[in-house]
Each structure stands twice: as C-alpha cells, then as structure tokens.
C-alpha cells in the first residue's frame, strides 16, 4: 500500500501526518458509477434541483472546453464523528452528462461524461486522502496518485480543465499550482461514451442518495470556483452571468432540505456553502 507524504486534516482525529490511502477509493468506480449523471427538475430558468451536484452550470453552444481554479478547503466531520461511516465528496469540471439540459435524444439516456478535479475520501479505518482524478463516463475515475504519482493535499491551489472534439475524443488537464505540477492525458469516448455537449459545469459532488446515504458529504465550509472558463466550439466564452445556472443538491427531491446553498459571484466565479443533510432522509 501507499502512504501519503502531504495530507492534513485539522480535527482531532488527524494525529498522524502519513496517512494510508484509504480503502474507501476502491468502492467510487462501483457504487457511485451509476450516480454519476445528474437528474434535475427546473426551479427556474437560472437554478435547477439535483440529487447529488452543486455548483453551476451552463448550456447552449456546443463546448470545446471548461476549466475551474480551487484551493482546496479543509473538510470537517458534521455532527460529531462517526467512526463507522466513510466520508466522501468529488470537486470536477466536466462536459455533458445532464440528462435535464441534453438537446441530443440519443445521448439523454446513453451518454458520457468527461469529468476531471479530486475527491475527498476517508473510510472508517481512519484513512484520509485527497485525490486528484480524471474519468469518462461510464468509464470509471482514474487516479493520478495511482497512475502518475502526483498527490494532492488540502489547501493546494488547482486548476482543472477538460476538452472535448467530436463529442467523442477530449483530454483532461491537471494544474497544481502549490505544488508546481502539470499533467494532461488524452482521452476516448468509452462504449456508450458519446458526448452531449451543449452543456459544461463546475461541480461538488455528494454521493449520499436515496438508495445509499451510508457515504456521508463531509462538511468543506466554502468552496470558491474561480477564473471559470467554459468556451464554445466557435472559440467564445460563454458568460456565465448571462447564462450561468446554479445546481443545487436536494437528494429526496421535493422535501426542500438542499446539501448546499450555491451562487454565481462574478463574471467567472461561483460559491458553494456546505449547508448539511442532518433530518435529509428522515420520514
């Protein structure tokens, strides 16, 4: 196994500075894969309610690209830890995979995402880890702490940027500005992969859901997007204050009890406050 040289959590619980790799990285390609696509239902024209994203999105032109700049936030253990659950959340740019926004009938229910940024995971043997990832849908994520040895720690300052051409090749690019890393692959549609592309978004993703809210959203404060740029095919940055739409997660939709409170702050910037899931999957 592993270890982490640079990973720190600031709670009680982080009394060690190398922590293991957590186990917990093993289940995100199997139990989250099918949570991956995003089902929404419009507020209004400019917020959508969805299971599992946060953050903003965009729709319209066909898109070329999407990038984000993050310092990572700390995350805390909500309502006292709990020393059996895992704890897990992913922050990613990405191009299609809303079903809601998609004008392609083919690609509604059988298409792709490309998706690239880092997840938050810690599993009940004490594991804390941030990682750095890219993935295709239906693909599943691949890591580069695994595959190219780059690691990733909170309070770094990333950028993450991903391309698509011909709805069916891309690449994703990673930017570590703290640690002065840079990394891009070149990516394929997998079977099934085929890209709407209409739409581009800057996401927090939960993975608690009706069907499995044992992986608890773990508390990040704020998380600040930053420098978002989402061009078009035709080469034009798309505002986001004229066509930005803010996502916001409701897991039992209908209930109004939202993960988080969203909102576009500038021409290429949008916030996310963690508001809490406490009573979310009460009767």
């Known amino acids: 196994m592993k270890f982490l040289s640079k990973v720190l959590l600031f709670c009680a619980l982080a009394n060690s500075t190398t922590l293991a790799i957590p186990k917990s990285k093993q289940f995100t390609s199997s139990n989250f894969l099918l949570e991956s696509r995003a089902q929404h239902q419009t507020r209004d024209v400019k917020n959508l309610t969805s299971y599992i994203w946060n953050g903003g999105e965009v729709a319209g032109p066909r898109f070329a690209s999407v990038t984000a700049e993050v310092i990572i936030p700390n995350i805390t253990f909500p309502y006292g830890y709990n020393a059996s659950a895992r704890y897990g959340s992913s922050v990613w740019v990405g191009i299609g995979g809303d079903q809601n926004t998609c004008d392609d009938p083919a690609r509604i229910n059988n298409g792709g995402l490309i998706q690239g940024g880092y997840y938050y995971l810690y599993d009940p043997e004490g594991d804390f880890g941030v990682f750095a990832f890219y993935e295709w849908f239906p693909d599943g994520p691949v890591f580069l702490d695994d ?64 069907k499995d809210h044992e992986t608890l959203f773990p508390d990040f404060g704020e998380l600040h997007f930053t420098d978002i740029k989402a061009i078009s095919a035709a080469n034009e940055e798309v505002s986001l204050q004229e066509h930005g739409i803010i996502v916001e997660a409701e897991p039992v939709l209908g209930n109004g009890k939202y993960l988080t409170d969203c909102e576009i702050t500038g021409s290429d910037a949008t916030t996310c406050k963690w508001l809490g899931y406490k009573g979310i999957f009460e009767n």
């Open 147 to 210: 595959t190219e040895g780059i690691e990733t720690a909170i309070g770094d300052h990333v950028r993450m940027t991903v391309t698509q051409k011909d709805n069916v090749t891309g690449t994703f690019t990673w930017e570590n500005f703290t640690s002065d890393k840079k990394f891009t692959k070149e990516l394929k549609a997998p079977v099934n992969g085929t890209l709407c592309t209409n739409h581009a978004e800057w996401i927090v993703e939960s993975f608690m859901t009706t």
